[in-house]
């Protein structure tokens, strides 16, 4: 028997319009969105004041399972989604084992669905162990479900093997995603080339370490008209080629993470080169920031994704340049985008939903996903857009902590999030 949910005077925000009605669920879909509906039903959610918007979904999330499950695990990963209203992520297959074959890919679909809390989509290696040597059988992943590939935290480094990657890819539909960094620029440096890099001595990585390999790996997918995408575009020189790129090449998307249009260079210095400041690529100048909100605005930037990097405590007290890259934030996002886009006039609330839910969802052709509608399934997110809250790790639901984040105050909280058609998550100070 399908459950029945009524939210009732809801303010509902596609990426195109923004309206008041009730939305009625059956099952796992959206059945009926009218107002004033009149239905009996096992449960009823007052959403007035709230803005009711598509479940998020993110393209690049950093699992850990398998290998390192005591930074993160399926169960408390699909937690920390649920919390910031994401319905459907993508985890990366940097893991150990590497996700590089398809008993692996059909293992974390399966371990996903028996935990149900929202929908996890392996992305399957490009290369054998992310190494840039020998391809993987992409066929073998479609049939177990993948829909992207991506050696992420490696780029493919041998052009015509990237070429090949690219046709195959194209063969089975599958979309690349492409980790941009030539690591002979980057020569295993801890931060963005800059002035404060060379006033401490710290081993540094230009912007041009992802410019250039982003120009290469576009050049090659247009030759070969393969659909690719970028992953977290960081400055502005990557951005000035992205927007001259795209025009001409309908296949190209991109994806930024919310730190690239928040934090600086500079704000490593400030934080005395706390590791959880450090990620890859690494935080730019007050430019490339400025770059990637107007992307973002201008729509040269597709998505916001969270590129959620768990790592020990003990791992990110190492010294700054010991410590591994990245931090987490997928219980984050939502309020980063709202409080330092919408509230700032760069995004609207319908822009928020484009990158967050609608984009997504097209370049990844999820045509179930996206948007609020009839028949559509049931992933829902309401929210208080009023709502004031602060960063502390005992409210965290990750394994792990590390973000740069910690004692910020963040405007837009997630009251509830509904995947297919179930209440997943629902606060406790409403």
């Known amino acids: 028997m399908n459950m029945k949910i009524l939210i009732k005077k809801a303010t509902i925000v596609n990426y195109d319009k923004i309206s008041e009605a009730d939305i009625l669920i059956s099952g796992d879909k959206i059945v009926k969105i009218s107002k004033n509906i009149k239905e009996k039903v096992d449960r009823e959610i007052n959403a007035a004041g709230k803005h009711v918007l598509p479940g998020f979904i993110d393209m690049h999330v950093h699992l850990r399972t398998p290998g390192r499950e005591d930074e993160e ?22 893991t150990s084992p590497c996700i590089d074959n398809e008993g692996l890919a059909n293992w974390v679909r399966e371990e996903a669905q028996r935990i149900g809390l929202v929908d996890i989509w392996p992305i399957g290696a490009i290369t054998k162990n992310r190494e840039g040597r020998e391809l993987t059988e992409f066929g073998a992943f479609k049939k177990v479900g993948c829909m992207a590939l991506s050696d992420d935290g490696n780029s493919v480094e041998d052009s015509f093997l990237f070429r090949c990657a690219l046709e195959y890819a194209k063969m089975f539909d599958l979309l690349t995603i492409s980790h941009c960094e030539d690591k002979n620029l980057s020569r295993q440096g801890s931060m963005r080339e800059s002035f404060i890099s060379s006033k401490y001595g710290i081993g540094s990585i230009p912007d041009i370490s992802e410019t250039v390999r982003l120009y290469r790996d576009i050049e090659i997918a247009r030759y070969v008209d393969a659909r690719l995408h970028l992953a977290h575009v960081s400055c502005a020189k990557s951005v000035e080629v992205i927007a001259d790129k795209k025009e001409h090449f309908p296949g190209l998307s991109c994806e930024t993470a919310p730190h690239y249009f928040i934090l600086t260079v500079d704000d490593v210095e400030k934080s005395a080169f706390n590791a959880n400041f450090k990620v890859n690529p690494p935080l730019g100048k007050k430019e490339d920031v400025e770059a990637v909100r107007s992307a973002l605005k201008k729509g040269i930037i597709d998505c916001i994704a969270t590129d959620h990097a768990p790592h020990s405590a003990a791992e990110k007290e190492l010294p700054f340049e010991d410590a591994p890259f990245g931090f987490i934030g997928l219980e984050l996002c939502f309020a980063l985008v709202y409080t330092y886009l919408v509230t700032k006039d760069i995004l609207d609330i319908k822009g928020l939903v484009e990158k967050l839910s609608y984009n997504p969802a097209r370049i990844l052709r999820l045509g179930n996903k996206g948007k609020i509608q009839e028949g559509l399934l049931a992933d829902l997110v309401i929210t208080d857009l009023r709502k004031e809250w602060e960063v502390k790790k005992d409210s965290l639901v990750s394994k792990s902590k590390n973000t740069p984040f910690l004692d910020s105050t963040l405007k837009g909280t997630v009251n509830y999030t509904i995947h297919r058609g179930k209440v997943v998550y629902e606060s406790t100070g409403l």
């Not at 695990?73 to 940097?94: E, H, I, R, Y």
């Open 73 to 94: 695990d399926f169960l408390s990963g699909s937690l920390a989604a649920a919390k910031g209203g994401f319905t459907t992520v993508f985890c990366m297959p940097n």
